[in-house]
């Protein structure tokens, strides 16, 4: 397998930041195919693909997203030119005859309340790094979210289907004026080790 | 910021795959110290970075690991030259002061149980997502696996401390010839809405 370069792991890693300020600058509906087109690549337990997605980009859906989020991040979502709502399928299990069919993985799943939710919670979590990295991978800038009224956006935005809302990450193209001081990360040897 | 060109979203989405064999290739220590200081640069909520690893290389860790996983994984974790524990630590919030200094991030989370679940699941797994995309980066591939007794896993490495396993993870060099034909994945379509 070739590695990737150092300009491409500035990219997604190293000089990537979470944004907070956006350019007035619109994001294409292609290129956000584009962005589920590849982060659906990245592996899941028994290719689960839990993830669900809704991006809010008209005026209308931003109108009921702002007022769910926490009041730091409502002028963030207002000004983002799309806001993605990153869900988890409940019944994510119900597709696996179609996503993983050379065995019966449902049966893995069906009525068993705690795998199902673990599952669904992890691997959904799982495939919003893909998405993060997929979208720097793209051009594109991201600024996650974790500060919102879940029920209110559950209700408000995937009412009567089995999904849930993990998180919320504004795209675009970032003002690099508005970024913070980059907070410290730990050194190797404070969180891992080789055994 | 610049975008990848296809050869490396090829490396880290369209051509990498999850894999089952591995060549007797070893996997270099100083290659997984790069391994995370370069996925710890992703983003997690309040730079919270829950996640621990220790990397299981010896014959000696070998050998506590394989009878934890699940029959189907054993032979898998036996052959890899390196697998992950990905654990996530419950006591993430202490650390807040040192990653995220400029507020008391602590107190959001400090006694509230149930959102420090919530945070420490999602951002190890976010992390988890990271953790897979810089190691086929880096030139690695990867065999994530949730097939394992976790309370098990838990009370033989990481006995005493406040964290948790998530999942594993294989890294080293796959052998093409062991891998399966590639599970379908969802059109945009079917899981995705642009509102």
Redesign the interface.
């Known amino acids: ?5 150092q ?3 500035d ?4 000089n ?1 930041r ?1 944004h907070n300020g956006w350019q007035d600058r619109p994001v294409d ?1 292609a290129l ?2 584009r962005l ?8 899941t ?1 028994a ?1 689960c ?1 839990p ?8 005026d209308a ?1 931003k109108a009921r997203l702002v007022p769910l989020v926490m009041q730091g991040n409502q002028e963030k979502v207002r000004t983002a030119p799309v806001t993605a709502i990153l869900g988890m ?1 409940m019944a994510f299990y119900e ?1 696996l005859p ?5 065995t019966d993985a449902r049966s893995w799943f069906a009525g068993n309340e705690e795998v199902i939710r ?2 669904a ?3 959904s ?6 998405f ?3 979208a ?7 600024g ?1 979210m ?1 500060g919102f009224d879940a029920a209110k956006v559950d209700a408000e ?1 995937w009412g009567g289907t089995t999904v849930k809302t ?2 919320v990450c504004s795209l675009g ?2 003002d690099p004026a508005k970024l ?1 001081g980059r ?4 050194e ?1 040897d404070e ?5």
């Open positions: 397998m070739s590695t990737l370069d300009a491409a792991l990219t997604l890693f190293f990537a979470t509906d956000l195919k589920f087109d590849t982060l659906k690549w990245g592996p337990s290719n693909s993830l669900r997605i809704q991006f809010v980009k008209s859906a399928d597709q179609k996503l993983f069919p050379h673990s599952t919670f992890r691997n979590s799982l495939q919003g790094g893909y993060i990295l997929a720097r991978a793209l051009g594109l800038d991201c996650p974790s935005f993990n998180f193209y970032g913070f907070s410290p990360r730990f190797f969180v891992c080790k080789i055994v």
